[in-house]
């Protein structure tokens, strides 16, 4: 029973990440299947206060799907977070006759979404961060692709390290959290990961260092941007181990590029979960994968925890890099 969804609203929120657009097309695709009518909203709830907004069909999201970033953009608004800008939102999707919408972001996103629904308004999530880091969901739609990209990254990075036997820090992103930095680590065979979760002790891995350089072409040290800032870990190791020692920041270059198939396929679940929960009666959630399962979680879940890394994962890194 398809509980009266006639129309439902669709927007990004927060930083990119790439998949936005592959879950977008998919979403709308599956909703006029539907028969249900989808607005696009344009750079996320500012977006939603000035009612700027296109009416998605199936050929305005083709070409798409390999795209990364978002056709819908993103921007933050600071007047959506004040109750006058949640009751003008609200308004503007009433005026609209917009029975859902659909938030497609990270935590931040989320808990707009949470607070619309405290207003009367169904909504949903999907979610998208490179980070990973929302609890409740084994991946979140740009954590594949963003891995990759810093592989692809990495392996340069090794090529010259190697060529003129060098140190080197990299910095991936992670403010508050250590996944990109763990699993990119380990998948590129790095020396040494740093993480927010645990405190850095430099003088302790200047000294491994040293004691391991025998031998070795090339360290690589990968480390969060939360738990530390590359420059000044090349800095301190340069200083206690005497050798050689460059950095380089990967900056938003992580956030672009074409979607792996993981995001694509990943994006395409999420949208259909989102659509079918809708049309359910369902609202105040966000959809979710779990031991390869496609799932919804409610946001009071997702709010009230935080999501841990695997520290066994972390410890194994290292192992493999002796």
């Known amino acids: 029973m398809q509980n ?7 927007l990004t929120s927060g930083g990119d990440a790439s998949g936005m657009n592959a879950a977008i097309r998919a979403a709308v695709r599956y ?23 296109k009416i998605l069909s199936n050929n305005s999201v083709g070409g798409i ?4 970033g978002t056709v819908l953009y993103t921007a933050r608004s600071e007047i959506f977070k004040t109750k006058e800008g949640l009751i003008k939102a609200k308004e503007n999707l009433k005026k609209s006759s917009i029975d859902a919408l659909i938030v497609i972001g990270g935590d931040g996103s989320f808990r707009g979404a949470r607070d619309l629904n405290d207003l009367g308004v169904n909504t949903v999530g999907i979610p998208a961060t490179i980070d990973n880091d929302i609890y409740g969901t084994d991946l979140s739609l740009g954590f594949d692709t963003a891995l990759n990209v810093i592989i692809s990254l990495v392996s340069k990075i090794r090529d010259t390290a190697s060529s003129h036997e060098r140190i ?40 491994a260092i ?37 950095f380089s ?21 999420f949208a259909k979960k989102a659509i079918d929960f809708i049309v359910s009666g369902g609202t105040n959630a966000m959809t979710a994968i779990s031991n390869n399962k496609i799932s919804i ?12 890394i695997d520290k066994e994962l972390y410890d194994y890194s290292h192992i493999l890099a002796k």
Not at 4 to 10: E, M, P, Q
Not at 178 to 205: N, Q
Not at 297 to 308: A, H, L, M, P, R
Request: hydrophobic share 40%; net charge positive.
């Open 4 to 10: 009266n969804i006639r129309k439902i609203g669709i």
């Open 31 to 53: 909703a006029i299947y539907k028969k249900i009518e989808v607005y696009g909203y344009y750079e996320g709830f500012k977006g939603l206060l000035s009612n700027n907004y």
């Open 65 to 68: 799907i390999d795209r990364g």
């Open 168 to 207: 080197f820090v990299i910095e991936v992103m992670g403010r508050n959290s250590g996944e990109l930095a763990i699993r990119s680590g380990l998948a590129c065979g790095a020396d040494y990961v740093l993480i927010p979760e645990i405190k850095v002790d430099l003088v302790k891995i200047s000294n």
């Open 210 to 246: 040293k004691n391991h350089r025998e031998g070795k072409r090339h360290t690589l040290v990968v480390v969060a941007e939360g738990a530390a800032k590359a420059e000044e870990v090349a800095s301190s190791i340069k200083l206690l181990v005497d050798h050689e020692v460059r």
């Open 249 to 269: 920041v990967l900056g938003h270059i992580q956030r672009g590029g074409s979607p792996s198939a993981v995001d694509r396929v990943l994006a395409a679940q």
């Open 297 to 308: 979680v409610d946001f009071k879940e997702i709010f009230s925890n935080t999501k841990t």
